[in-house]
T-cell receptor
Framework: GAGVSQSPSNKVTEKGKDVELRCDPISGHTALYWYRQRLGQGLEFLIYFQGNSAPDKSGLPSDRFSAERTGESVSTLTIQRTQQEDSAVYLC?????????????FGPGTRLLVL | TQLLEQSPQFLSIQEGENLTVYCNSSSVFSSLQWYRQEPGEGPVLLVTVVTGGEVKKLKRLTFQFGDARKDSSLHITAAQPGDTGLYLCAGNSGGSNYKLTFGKGTLLTVNP
């Protein structure tokens, strides 16, 4: 089947505008993750969804960031009132089960540029 | 905050050469993973190591987890242009099964 898909692949926006990023996980994967990758930096964990459990939002950098997931399918990451420091690649990953060292399958990312 | 330091940050070598990249931390990890990321793509998992001292081989790639589970290395033998990419290590502290701490990566270029 298809891998993790993300849209849009690129997004250019003006400072202060809101943006929505979408992630379609691999079918059947109960766990979904969002990461941010700034230029020259490693991946930063943002948020984690597992089934119907409350999401782990501990990585969200500010209250301008929020994410939702509908059941075990699509997720959207919303950034309100974007700032230039939000410019980064936003990566989504999904996994079938959650175990120590379990495999996370990443999408190609959305490249966000805030002017 | 757990940190993973990767070195070198950049590495440019000729085809056929050997290389080693390192991933170090002052923290203990229950598992450590290595990923390769190509331009415009998400990271792809190469290997997971969970036991101190563990060595895993994947064709020309050899991965080692330190005895104290604080560090790891990736050795590539006879590098090929297809090995070019960003190599990332990621550790799991064990406090939660899903939260990974990533290093900044080593950008490897193998010139033909």
């Amino acid at each position: 089947g298809a891998g993790v898909s993300q849209s849009p692949s690129n997004k250019v926006t003006e400072k202060g505008k809101d943006v929505e990023l979408r992630c379609d996980p691999i079918s059947g994967h109960t766990a979904l993750y969002w990461y941010r990758q700034r230029l020259g930096q490693g991946l930063e964990f943002l948020i984690y969804f597992q089934g119907n459990s409350a999401p782990d939002k501990s990585g969200l950098p500010s209250d301008r960031f929020s994410a939702e997931r509908t059941g075990e399918s699509v997720s959207t990451l919303t950034i309100q009132r974007t700032q230039q420091e939000d410019s980064a690649v936003y990566l989504c990953a999904s996994s079938l089960i959650v175990t120590v060292g379990g495999t996370q399958y990443f999408g190609p990312g959305t490249r966000l540029l805030v002017l | 905050t757990q940190l993973l330091e990767q070195s070198p940050q950049f590495l440019s070598i000729q085809e056929g050469e050997n290389l080693t990249v390192y991933c170090n931390s002052s923290s203990v990890f229950s598992s450590l993973q290595w990923y390769r990321q190509e331009p415009g793509e998400g990271p792809v998992l190469l290997v997971t190591v969970v036991t101190g001292g563990e060595v895993k081989k994947l064709k020309r790639l050899t991965f080692q987890f330190g005895d104290a589970r604080k560090d790891s290395s990736l050795h590539i033998t006879a590098a090929q242009p297809g090995d070019t990419g960003l190599y990332l290590c990621a550790g799991n502290s064990g406090g939660s099964n899903y939260k990974l701490t990533f290093g900044k990566g080593t950008l490897l270029t193998v010139n033909p």
